[in-house]
């Protein structure tokens, strides 16, 4: 009696060449799927950078006199729960008061109709940002005037957060934070400071490789210097004004617990 023919060998193959491929093919949605999640996470978060909303225009630092605010609003909802969480804020403040409440206090810098601010990337990383003011979304305190236009405040944002970000990247809640930004951003817009912020202006320019900014605003910074220095202690006390109104109005924690 003849021995029945052996399937043939491409056969098996084949059929395990196709689960091979069913899971490739379900392995890589469901990275896909991750990624996606991920990135719908991080979106309703608010993380991550947002677009400038600010009109293309000519850096002026020679401009009108516009009042210069520091305002603060809590980060509500989903972001501010998340953000409490990440950072241990929201296990301290639940135990302190017995409740969830928008756990912290986003300050940023108000001049005009725009605010300046710091955020985070998707990495925790801080970046800058701006958006249009919506006026009783912020509690606002004027701490002084700068002659910047619009333009010339988003490029001193950046290159704030440029100087910020090379000592270090990540956010920090006590060292590298929003107040930590809206002060240092205040010491370089305001009155009496364009001399020294067009210097440092040019060698932010040329560390990112967009040349410099010196000779554009030569003959207005001297001009300004002659016409208009301020008092003797004027930038510093304007610097500790704020840093003073931002201890003031932030919420504390109880001093004997660790924020992380």
Same mark, same amino acid.
């Given at each position: 009696?003849?021995?029945?023919?052996?399937?043939?060998?491409?056969?098996?193959?084949?059929?395990?060449?196709?689960?091979?491929?069913?899971?490739?093919?379900?392995?890589?949605?469901?990275?896909?799927?991750?990624?996606?999640?991920?990135?719908?996470?991080?979106?309703?978060?608010?993380?991550?950078?947002?677009?400038?909303?600010?009109?293309?225009?000519?850096?002026?630092?020679?401009?009108?006199?516009?009042?210069?605010?520091?305002?603060?609003?809590?980060?509500?909802?989903?972001?501010?729960?998340?953000?409490?969480?990440?950072?241990?804020?929201?296990?301290?403040?639940?135990?302190?008061?017995?409740?969830?409440?928008?756990?912290?206090?986003?300050?940023?810098?108000?001049?005009?109709?725009?605010?300046?601010?710091?955020?985070?990337?998707?990495? /925790?990383?801080?970046?800058? $940002?701006?958006?249009?003011?919506? *006026? &009783?979304?912020?509690?606002? @305190?004027? !701490?002084?005037?700068?002659?910047?236009?619009?333009?010339?405040?988003?490029?001193?944002?950046?290159?704030?957060?440029?100087?910020?970000?090379?000592?270090?990247?990540?956010?920090?809640?006590?060292?590298?934070?929003?107040?930590?930004?809206?002060? /240092?951003?205040?010491?370089? $817009?305001?009155?009496?400071?364009? *001399? &020294?912020?067009?210097?440092? @202006?040019? !060698?932010?320019?040329?560390?990112?490789?967009?040349?410099?900014?010196?000779?554009?605003?030569?003959?207005?910074?001297?001009?300004?210097?002659?016409?208009?220095?301020?008092?003797?202690?004027?930038?510093?006390?304007?610097?500790?004004?704020?840093?003073?109104?931002?201890?003031?109005?932030?919420?504390?924690?109880?001093?004997?617990?660790?924020?992380?």
């Amino acid at each position: 009696m003849s021995k029945s023919p052996s399937p043939p060998e491409d056969g098996s193959h084949s059929a395990r060449s196709k689960m091979k491929g069913f899971l490739k093919e379900g392995l890589s949605r469901g990275k896909d799927e991750l990624l996606k999640g991920k990135l719908k996470l991080e979106h309703s978060l608010g993380l991550g950078h947002k677009p400038n909303v600010i009109p293309p225009d000519e850096v002026d630092i020679n401009a009108e006199h516009r009042a210069v605010e520091i305002g603060w609003h809590p980060v509500a909802g989903l972001a501010g729960k998340w953000f409490a969480e990440k950072t241990g804020l929201g296990r301290m403040v639940t135990e302190k008061i017995h409740k969830y409440p928008d756990p912290t206090q986003h300050w940023a810098v108000l001049v005009g109709d725009y605010c300046h601010e710091l955020w985070m990337d998707e990495h /925790l990383d801080v970046i800058y $940002i701006n958006e249009k003011v919506v *006026r &009783e979304e912020w509690h606002t @305190f004027e !701490v002084g005037k700068t002659k910047f236009n619009d333009e010339a405040l988003r490029q001193a944002g950046e290159m704030v957060i440029y100087n910020m970000r090379t000592k270090q990247p990540g956010y920090n809640i006590i060292s590298n934070n929003c107040q930590n930004f809206a002060t /240092l951003m205040l010491d370089a $817009i305001q009155v009496g400071a364009h *001399r &020294e912020f067009a210097t440092s @202006f040019a !060698v932010y320019q040329r560390a990112i490789g967009a040349g410099s900014i010196t000779d554009l605003f030569a003959d207005k910074v001297e001009e300004e210097e002659e016409v208009e220095r301020p008092p003797e202690g004027f930038r510093l006390s304007v610097v500790q004004f704020a840093q003073k109104v931002m201890d003031q109005h932030t919420s504390k924690l109880d001093n004997h617990h660790s924020l992380f």
